[in-house]
């Protein structure tokens, strides 16, 4: 009797351990699958986008940006090329060559904007006195660093310039995606967290006890130069569609 107690007993043990087996077997494979795709991700969205660096920090140099616009704008901007990246990749879709370089002219544009206000703001400095106007134009300066119209814009004018500068991404995403669609939420969550990092690695920067000081004291000043360097060089790009015309 206890023999047969005994081997009933004892047989679902051997099965149970082998389900918790398999059970570990399935996550181990699925995470030697994942981790080659995480580290695929980190890899391509660090070598296309490594010069956002600067612009972050320029960014978050000047004092008519607040850190929360800057972040919302790379945010807005890189979900732009994913989501661009991913509906051509579904699509099929190939973006004509030289199309992509006409992006530079929103850099272009917020860099000769930006190189404007700084030559007013030098000829009131060397004429000693501020204008009405130019009184005007700095309280509404203070106001749109909060207000919501003026907010918006400068969310948006950061993402754009983030769209530009990104254009030459869309020729790395559009095939990554096209290889396996299956996995574009995963680089886009790893694109999303590696966004975070960078923003926080460009405000880091800026407020370093060393560096930061002789970045914010010319983040301001450098910017448009850098916007306006930044769009004629995605501009030259669109030198193809001159030329084929």
Same mark, same amino acid.
């Not at 009933?8 to 030697?32: H, K, L, N, Q, T």
């Not at 914010?216 to 030329?243: E, K, N, Q």
């Given at each position: 009797m206890s023999s047969g107690v005994g081997r009933f007993g004892a047989a679902p043990a051997p099965r149970r351990a082998d389900a918790s087996r398999g059970r570990w077997y399935v996550r181990g494979r699925a995470m030697e699958q994942i981790l080659p795709i995480l580290g695929v991700s980190v890899v @391509?969205? @660090?070598? #296309? &986008? !490594?010069?956002? !660096? *600067? *612009? *972050?920090? %320029?960014?978050? %140099?000047?004092? /008519?940006? #607040?850190?929360?616009? $800057? @972040?919302? /704008?790379q945010f807005l901007g890189i979900a732009a090329l994913v989501i661009a990246s991913a509906a051509c990749a579904l699509l099929a879709v190939r973006v004509p060559d030289g199309w992509i370089g006409l992006l530079g002219l929103a850099p272009l544009a917020l860099g000769l904007r930006g190189l404007w206000a700084l030559w007013r703001g030098s000829r009131a400095r060397e004429a000693g006195v501020a204008s009405g106007a130019d009184e005007a134009d700095a309280a509404e300066s203070a =106001?749109? =660093?909060?207000?919501?119209?003026?907010? =918006?814009?400068?969310? !948006?004018?950061?993402?754009? $310039? #983030? *769209?530009? &500068?990104?254009?030459d991404n869309l020729g790395v995403y559009i095939p990554l995606f096209s290889s396996s669609p299956a996995h574009i939420p995963l680089h886009a969550a790893v694109f999303a967290v590696m966004t975070g990092a960078f923003c926080a690695f460009g405000h880091r920067l800026v407020n370093h006890p060393i560096l930061g000081t002789r970045i914010r004291r010319f983040g301001r000043a450098a910017l448009p130069f850098v916007l306006i360097g930044l769009g004629l060089w995605i501009l030259s790009d669109a030198l193809v569609l001159v030329r084929a015309g």
């Amino acid at each position: 009797m206890s023999s047969g107690v005994g081997r009933f007993g004892a047989a679902p043990a051997p099965r149970r351990a082998d389900a918790s087996r398999g059970r570990w077997y399935v996550r181990g494979r699925a995470m030697e699958q994942i981790l080659p795709i995480l580290g695929v991700s980190v890899v @391509v969205f @660090v070598s #296309t &986008n !490594i010069d956002d !660096i *600067l *612009l *972050l920090s %320029a960014f978050f %140099a000047d004092p /008519g940006f #607040t850190p929360a616009q $800057v @972040v919302a /704008g790379q945010f807005l901007g890189i979900a732009a090329l994913v989501i661009a990246s991913a509906a051509c990749a579904l699509l099929a879709v190939r973006v004509p060559d030289g199309w992509i370089g006409l992006l530079g002219l929103a850099p272009l544009a917020l860099g000769l904007r930006g190189l404007w206000a700084l030559w007013r703001g030098s000829r009131a400095r060397e004429a000693g006195v501020a204008s009405g106007a130019d009184e005007a134009d700095a309280a509404e300066s203070a =106001r749109g =660093r909060h207000g919501s119209s003026a907010s =918006r814009f400068k969310v !948006i004018a950061v993402a754009g $310039v #983030t *769209l530009a &500068n990104g254009g030459d991404n869309l020729g790395v995403y559009i095939p990554l995606f096209s290889s396996s669609p299956a996995h574009i939420p995963l680089h886009a969550a790893v694109f999303a967290v590696m966004t975070g990092a960078f923003c926080a690695f460009g405000h880091r920067l800026v407020n370093h006890p060393i560096l930061g000081t002789r970045i914010r004291r010319f983040g301001r000043a450098a910017l448009p130069f850098v916007l306006i360097g930044l769009g004629l060089w995605i501009l030259s790009d669109a030198l193809v569609l001159v030329r084929a015309g």
